[in-house]
């Protein structure tokens, strides 16, 4: 038996896993047979004390199945009315499964606006708190009917590796239809080799997720290894499983070879600072100069209004926005305590001048560490 493995399952009790549309439909939709294995699982795990959210795919399949149509939907309207199909059917099958079992279940459908804003962030949070609390399987899905592209988390393995982070969960588990990440195109079957353990997602593993054949859901293995980045830097273990093989979560407890794990990040960000990083888009940009960007990145500082080179973008007070270097490379990513148009007017100035330009001195720094996320990978 491994024993990273055990080590990092030994204290895993909140489990987030998250079903993709390839595991949970077949030829004929929604295969009822693969739901009712997991959700047997699911509840067996949850009787031991484990808690679990799902996230599940499945929605669009469904409707599209439902409606005998053969080819795949092309058009937003379309999948968005497929989705409208799908979805209830979804949740009744999972009722239904996780009702043998005396489990009640709740669905959460969220666009990604419900993550941006910081204060509807917090709100799911405490939904999802409480339905933990009272012994409820949340099952969570993309709100596909109304997410036009702006607001979309555009696949689950994004929306999951989000709501990873929200719950604080032990562990993010991508059941998908394939063993885990190969190390070359998994159709090669001679030379291909599954990778059982990433310590680090370097460019030979983003290069391995790109080779991979036409996915069933939206997302393919590259989605997953984006959505690895994020969880593992937020400390959390990730971990890709076939989850059509019957006794998966055992097999995952008990620390069996099985899938790809990665392991979280030893310097992981806090959930305020991982929320910056990869849940909230940048507006803009500051061109920071070498001098500020070390002071940031080498002794944890705050960017102040000397360190400014150049603003780029229209964004107000609140706003993330991205900080680049004298090279163009993205460093860190920021809430901004002022708009574009006043850093305009205070970039290169020490923070002494800042009243005397505009009128007021509301905050000595433009971007407060607390506020900044400094990275090598930022998710921007
Ligand atoms: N939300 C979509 C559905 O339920 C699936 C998205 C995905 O496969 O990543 O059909």
Not at 71 to 85: D, G, R, T, V, Y
Not at 292 to 306: N, Y
Not at 309 to 317: C, H, I, K, R
């Given at each position: 038996?491994?024993?990273e493995?055990?080590?990092?399952?030994?204290?895993?009790?909140?489990?987030?896993?998250?079903?993709?549309?390839?595991v949970?439909?077949?030829?004929?939709?929604?295969d009822?047979?693969?739901?009712?294995?997991?959700?047997?699982?699911?509840?067996?795990?949850?009787?031991?004390?484990?808690?679990?959210?799902?996230?599940?795919?499945?929605?669009?399949a469904?409707?599209?199945?439902?409606m005998?149509?053969?080819?795949?939907?092309?058009?937003?309207?379309?999948?968005?009315?497929?989705?409208?199909?799908?979805?209830g059917?979804?949740?009744?099958?999972?009722?239904?499964a996780?009702?043998k079992?005396?489990?009640?279940?709740?669905?959460?459908?969220?666009?990604?606006?419900?993550?941006?804003?910081?204060?509807?962030?917090?709100?799911?949070?405490?939904t999802?708190?409480?339905?933990?609390?009272?012994?409820?399987?949340?099952?969570?899905?993309?709100?596909?009917?109304?997410?036009v592209?702006?607001?979309?988390?555009?696949?689950?393995?994004?929306?999951?590796?989000?709501m990873?982070?929200?719950?604080?969960?032990?562990?993010?588990?991508?059941?998908?239809?394939?063993?885990?990440?190969y190390?070359?195109n998994?159709?090669?079957k001679?030379?291909?080799?599954?990778?059982?353990?990433?310590?680090?997602?370097?460019?030979?593993?983003?290069?391995?997720?790109?080779?991979?054949?036409?996915p069933?859901?939206?997302?393919?293995?590259?989605?997953?290894?984006?959505a690895?980045?994020?969880?593992t830097?937020?400390?959390?273990?990730?971990?890709?499983?076939?989850?059509?093989?019957?006794?998966?979560?055992?097999d995952?407890?008990?620390?069996?070879?099985?899938g790809t794990?990665?392991?979280?990040?030893?310097?992981?960000?806090?959930?305020?600072?991982h929320?910056?990083a990869?849940?909230?888009?940048?507006?803009?940009?500051?061109?920071?100069?070498?001098g500020?960007?070390?002071?940031?990145?080498?002794?944890?500082?705050?960017?102040?209004?000397?360190g400014?080179?150049?603003?780029?973008?229209?964004?107000?007070?609140?706003?993330?926005?991205?900080?680049?270097?004298?090279?163009g490379?993205?460093?860190?990513?920021?809430?901004?305590?002022?708009?574009?148009?006043?850093?305009?007017?205070?970039?290169?100035?020490?923070?002494?001048?800042?009243?005397?330009?505009?009128?007021?001195?509301?905050?000595?720094?433009?971007?407060?560490?607390?506020?900044?996320?400094?990275?090598?990978?930022?998710?921007?």
């Open positions: 038996m491994n024993t493995r055990k080590d990092i399952l030994k204290h895993a009790r909140r489990i987030l896993i998250k079903i993709g549309s390839g949970l439909t077949g030829e004929n939709g929604l009822l047979t693969i739901i009712e294995h997991i959700v047997d699982e699911i509840a067996a795990f949850t009787g031991e004390g484990y808690q679990f959210v799902v996230v599940s795919s499945g929605a669009i469904s409707g599209r199945h439902r005998g149509f053969k080819h795949k939907l092309q058009s937003l309207p379309e999948k968005q009315a497929a989705a409208a199909i799908g979805q059917r979804l949740m009744r099958v999972y009722s239904n996780f009702g079992h005396n489990l009640i279940v709740a669905q959460m459908l969220l666009t990604m606006s419900d993550l941006t804003d910081r204060t509807r962030f917090l709100n799911t949070r405490n999802l708190n409480t339905l933990l609390d009272w012994g409820v399987i949340p099952v969570i899905n993309e709100n596909d009917t109304v997410a592209e702006e607001i979309k988390f555009g696949d689950n393995d994004n929306l999951a590796s989000m990873a982070n929200i719950m604080e969960a032990n562990i993010l588990i991508n059941m998908t239809n394939t063993d885990g990440l190390d070359r998994p159709k090669d001679k030379r291909s080799k599954l990778i059982p353990l990433v310590k680090d997602i370097t460019d030979a593993i983003e290069q391995a997720a790109s080779t991979e054949a036409d069933v859901g939206m997302g393919g293995m590259k989605s997953k290894v984006m690895a980045k994020k969880v830097a937020f400390g959390i273990p990730f971990i890709i499983v076939p989850g059509k093989k019957k006794g998966i979560l055992s995952i407890f008990s620390g069996k070879d099985v794990l990665f392991l979280p990040m030893d310097e992981h960000l806090k959930s305020k600072k929320w910056i990869y849940t909230l888009r940048s507006r803009g940009k500051l061109y920071i100069d070498d500020a960007k070390s002071a940031i990145t080498r002794q944890g500082k705050s960017l102040l209004p000397g400014v080179l150049a603003v780029e973008g229209d964004f107000s007070v609140g706003d993330p926005v991205s900080c680049l270097d004298e090279s490379q993205v460093f860190a990513k920021g809430l901004v305590n002022y708009s574009s148009l006043d850093i305009d007017k205070i970039k290169g100035l020490k923070t002494a001048k800042i009243k005397q330009v505009l009128g007021s001195h509301p905050y000595d720094e433009i971007i407060h560490r607390d506020n900044m996320a400094v990275s090598k990978d930022n998710g921007k």
